[in-house]
T-cell receptor, first 115, second 113 residues
Framework: AQSVTQLDSHVSVSEGTPVLLRCNYSSSYSPSLFWYVQHPNKGLQLLLK??????LVKGINGFEAEFKKSETSFHLTKPSAHMSDAAEYFCVVKNYGGSQGNLIFGKGTKLSVKP | NAGVTQTPKFRVLKTGQSMTLLCAQD?????MYWYRQDPGMGLRLIHY???????AKGEVPDGYNVSRLKKQNFLLGLESAAPSQTSVYFC????????????FGPGTRLTVT
């Protein structure tokens, strides 16, 4: 079975400082992993995805994530936070063992950015 | 190109009432999904469809029904609403299976009193 654990429910950073949002996964197969972002009162938007190509994945808005099989991690980073990055971020894994339509979402990490 | 749209945006129901949420996409996507989002729970899949005329159960299907009579529309029905169905509902679509990007609608906030 597949699962994801987001290690922090809330992260607060100052504008211009690095962002690190942590995600560990569990998967019986070579996983497909995603990060989605949800701005307040909006739907979710794909930031980036990993599907067994390069282990360092670059996404939109300067975010990137590194797939580390040995650590079963897929942490999301950004070198310099911007006020517009304040949102909730979801780490997501494809569920191979379940129904075709199944993504498994983490519980989310709310990112606050202080001026 | 509107992407994924949802109707209505807000709704308040009394226990036992019924309603239908409408999702429409104009990207010619095969797959469509209904999720619910509850605080601290992430998103959970209710039902999904892999093509016109097909539907399948997700993680939390009880109390909901769906239909996909047209490729561009995916309807979510609540036959007899319960307070436990108070949630924000999101529709999404993808070109093919979940390895492809899912495009989300803006959500419907439903309150059942």
């Amino acid at each position: 079975a597949q699962s994801v654990t987001q290690l922090d429910s809330h992260v607060s950073v100052s504008e211009g400082t690095p962002v690190l949002l942590r995600c560990n996964y569990s998967s019986s197969y070579s996983p497909s992993l995603f990060w989605y972002v949800q701005h307040p009162n909006k739907g979710l938007q794909l930031l980036l995805k990993y599907t067994s190509a390069a282990t360092l994945v670059k996404g939109i808005n300067g975010f990137e994530a590194e797939f580390k099989k040995s650590e079963t991690s897929f942490h999301l980073t950004k070198p310099s936070a911007h006020m517009s990055d304040a949102a909730e971020y979801f780490c997501v894994v494809k569920n191979y063992g379940g129904s075709q339509g199944n993504l498994i979402f983490g519980k989310g990490t709310k990112l606050s950015v202080k001026p | 190109n509107a992407g994924v749209t949802q109707t209505p945006k807000f709704r308040v129901l009394k226990t036992g009432q019924s309603m239908t949420l409408l999702c429409a996409q104009d990207m010619n996507h095969e797959y469509m999904y209904w999720y619910r989002q509850d605080p601290g729970m992430g998103l959970r899949l209710i039902h999904y469809s892999v093509g016109e005329g097909t539907t399948a159960k997700g993680e939390v299907p009880d109390g909901y029904n769906v239909s996909r009579l047209k490729k561009q529309n995916f309807l979510l029905g609540l036959e007899s609403a319960a307070p436990s169905q108070t949630s924000v509902y999101f529709c999404a679509s993808s070109y093919r299976d979940v390895a492809y990007e899912q495009y989300f609608g803006p959500g419907t906030r439903l309150t059942v009193t």
